[in-house]
Structures are given as structure tokens and as C-alpha cells.
């Protein structure tokens, strides 16, 4: 079923909009796990607690700036991506406590990072995923497919991969094998994120796309409905959340029927925005933004 994007308004959220904190920068990465928001900011990681907005922990990990950087955070460490490198740094203080080089030049750098319970998924670029054991740190490195993967996510024993050839990949955890594949268009996709019986995309080609995780066929589709380098967000009740350009929109998660749109800062290429429930927090290049969602 598809629609025309940003068609018909459904429904009107209402949003107020808060400056947190002034933080200078080129372009930022974020992510909010539990009373936290964590900050990479161009050779910094900082932490800030949630309730007072104190800065919790700081480290100055690179000696240059740099904007192809990203992070993702698990149970007890931060993994932070820079080009070919990977530093964990422990979650409470932000502290390194290893770096690892896992690719060798343009051919081999790091994309993004995801996590089940037990390991560690990391893209490399030329479609390989090195999968590290988070007690060990130990790794080996599998190769899925030719085409580089811009985004992925792990749900159970799965992980879906979205290529740059516009594909979606199932891949069984166990054996790294390609168990199931869609090919949802032509272009890179950017953003994949599950939701109970649904993995939703976003894709160069101007698409927000709900595939049935069982079937593994498209069974939504808006069109015209992201303009860049689109993020998935999250959920916020029944609504699938996206950032694009400047703008969060909103989109019914079954039917993906269009429903808000309103301003507010996404940061560099949409890195530098977040959902936690009903708060969104948001970048610029100069601050850190919130918005309480009703």
C-alpha cells in the first residue's frame, strides 16, 4: 500500500521547544540512554545528566575535529566509530578503555555499530561486519555482500541490513549468512529500524518503507516524503518519528500515512537529534535543543 507522503494532516502535536546547553560545534552526534544524554562533539565525548543538565563526564579523545564520527551505547560501554578506528570507552566516565583498528584505508572504514545481549556488530564498509564478543573484545569479520551497508539493527537473532544499492538484508546472527532479501529501490538506504512485526526504512529515493519481518515484502510505503539524509528516530505512541533537514515528521507506524511536520534542529546530515519518549532533543551549531512532545 503506498501514499503520497506528506499528503493529508492528520494530526497536530503540539511542541514546546527549550535551549539546554551552548555547545559549539561542526556537527554533533547524540543518543539518550537512561537518565543521560551523550554528546560527540568534535574531539569530545561529554555526558550530561538529564535532571539539572550537569555534566557528568567528559574525555578529549581526538587531537584533530572530525565529522565522519558516530557512537552507539550498550549496557556498559560507549562504542565510538572514527574513520577506520574503534574506541570503547566505559559508560560511566567516558574513560577509553581500548582502541582498536579494525579497517585499513577508504576501502575498509567503519559504519555503524549495534548490539544484542552478548556481541558486538560493526559495518565495514564493502558489505563486511566484523562481530565482537562484548566480554572478550575478541572479533572476527564476515563478509555479507559486496555493497556497504549504511545502516543496520539487530531484533532477536536477526540482523537487517540496509545497502547502498538499496537493498534489505536478513542476516542470521549464528552463522552471518544472508537468510532473506528485498530489494526496496535502486538507492542507498539510510535509516532501519525494527518495530514489533516491522522493519521500517528511509532511502535516497525520497521513500519511508514498512517491510513485514515474516514475509519480507513491502507492506507500506510513503513516497515524497523525506527530502536528505533522513533518520528514523523512533516511535512516539502510534507515530513513526523522522528527522530530516530541520524537520521532525511524523507518520501513522501502520499505515504510514503522513500526519505532522514542524521545525526543529537535526544537526549535521539529521546526527544531532534523538527521541526519548516524549522528548526530543535536537542540534544546531551552536546548542542543544529539547522539545516535550503532546
Known amino acids: 500500500m503506498a501514499n503520497n507522503g506528506m499528503g493529508t494532516k492528520k494530526h497536530m502535536n503540539i511542541v514546546s521547544r527549550n535551549k539546554l546547553l551552548d555547545l559549539d560545534n561542526d556537527g554533533m552526534n ?9 554528546i560527540r562533539c568534535k574531539k569530545a565525548m561529554y555526558k550530561y545528566t538529564m535532571n539539572g543538565w550537569s555534566l557528568a ?20 560501554f ?10 570503547i570507552l566505559e559508560k560511566g566516565t567516558l574513560q577509553t578503555v581500548e582502541a582498536i583498528r579494525l579497517g585499513a584505508d577508504l576501502s575498509s572504514d567503519l559504519g555503524t555499530v549495534r548490539f544484542d545481549s552478548q556481541k558486538v556488530y560493526i559495518c565495514i564498509r564493502n558489505g563486511k561486519i566484523a562481530v565482537m564478543d562484548l566480554c572478550t573484545r575478541t572479533y572476527e569479520k564476515y563478509e555479507i555482500c559486496e555493497s556497504s551497508f549504511w545502516d ?12 547502498v544499492q538499496g537493498e534489505l538484508l536478513e542476516v542470521d546472527t549464528d552463522s552471518m549468512k544472508v537468510t ?16 514489533e512485526e516491522l522493519i521500517y526504512t528511509v532511502s535516497q529515493d525520497m521513500t519511508i518503507k514498512a517491510i513485514d519481518i515474516e514475509s519480507f515484502e513491502i507492506a507500506s510505503v510513503a513516497k515524497k516524503a523525506v527530502r536528505g539524509m533522513a533518520k528514523i528516530l523512533g516511535i512516539h505512541k502510534n507515530h513513526l518519528v523522522v528527522a530530516d533537514s530541520n524537520k521532525i515528521s511524523l507518520w501513522d507506524r501502520h499505515t504510514l500515512q503522513f500526519c505532522d511536520v514542524f521545525d526543529f ?5 539529521n546526527k544531532g537529534a534523538a527521541l526519548d519518549g ?9 546548542s542543544v535543543y529539547c522539545a516535550e512532545m503532546e
Open 30 to 38: 547524540m543518543a539518550v540512554d537512561e537518565n543521560h544524554l551523550y
Open 265 to 269: 534542529p537535526t544537526g549535521h546530515f
Open 152 to 163: 543496520h539493527c539487530v531484533a532477536g537473532n536477526r540482523i537487517y541490513a540496509g545497502t
Open 57 to 76: 563526564a567528559h574525555n578529549d579523545i581526538f587531537k584533530k575535529d572530525g565529522k565522519a564520527r558516530g557512537f552507539s551505547i550498550c549496557e556498559k
Open 180 to 195: 532473506k532479501k528485498a530489494v526496496l529501490g535502486k538507492k542507498n538506504i539510510y535509516s532501519v529500524v525494527p518495530n
Open 78 to 87: 560507549v562504542f565510538l566509530t572514527d574513520f577506520c578506528d574503534l574506541h
Open 278 to 286: 516524549n522528548r526530543l532533543f535536537g542540534s544546531d551549531y551552536q
